[in-house]
């Protein structure tokens, strides 16, 4: 248990010194790559890197994809089966689902955790992806030795009324691209290199549109992207 806990807290170090601001400058590296249905017949796209345990699995924030998680994945395969996840509705994976919710994601990542195996898992997630492994956690009862959340701010005793929550969407579903620069832009550190920044506002903002706002909560509803 020490030894596991030690892990834990070496990835979370990894995570943290990698990059807080997550991107995707580089590639990974060759990697093995597979699609596994979810428990709804989503097509699923995930990335397999490196060997040893306890197996890692990266998941992604809002209107991202595996590719921000490249940076981390080089450092830990050197010591870990790592394994990156699309999301439905983001990257390689599949669309058509009616609502994008964290239950739903939650399923995504147990059915890629099901796929390549293993009783000895660590999730780590991203923004958004820190809700969907905190839901993936549940579907994997006894297999998860620990979660890692990164860049998520989450204060379980704030209530959000539905009019905050309808203001928040408002501008992602009236113009989802134009919003979605300009929310990815006040997340980003100033001294972000110009390059680096105008790829990842662009990246997100090219994300469907209908996926996101239906991953805020508001299905169906934008009339960008």
């Not at 830990?76 to 394994?83: G, N, P, Q, Y």
């Not at 809700?131 to 959340?149: D, F, K, N």
């Amino acid at each position: 248990m020490n030894h596991e806990r030690a892990t834990i807290r070496t990835i979370h170090i990894l995570c943290f010194f990698a990059g807080c601001v997550l991107v995707a400058a580089t590639a990974a590296g060759a990697g093995t790559f597979g699609v596994v249905p979810s428990a709804d017949g989503t097509p699923i796209a995930y990335e397999v890197h490196g060997s040893g345990e306890p197996t890692l699995i990266l998941v992604h924030g809002w209107s991202c994809d595996a590719r921000y998680w490249c940076e981390q994945v080089t450092h830990l395969a050197s010591r870990h089966r790592v394994v990156t996840v699309d999301l439905a509705g983001h990257g390689h994976s599949g669309t058509g689902r009616a609502d994008y919710t964290m239950r739903s994601f939650g399923g995504d990542v147990r059915a890629v955790a099901d796929a390549v195996g293993g009783d000895r898992l660590i999730l780590a997630g991203h923004s958004m992806g820190a809700l969907v492994i905190a839901e993936a956690a549940r579907l994997l009862p006894g297999r998860i030795l620990g979660l890692i959340v990164v860049d998520a701010l989450n204060d379980l005793e704030y209530v959000v009324t539905e009019e905050q929550a309808a203001g928040m969407v408002a501008p992602l579903e009236a113009d989802f691209p134009s919003a979605c620069r300009q929310f990815a832009a006040s997340m980003i550190r100033p001294d972000t290199g110009a390059g680096l920044a105008e790829w990842v506002k662009s990246d997100m903002a090219a994300a469907p549109g209908d996926v996101a706002v239906s991953a805020l909560g508001r299905p169906g509803r934008s009339t960008g992207k």
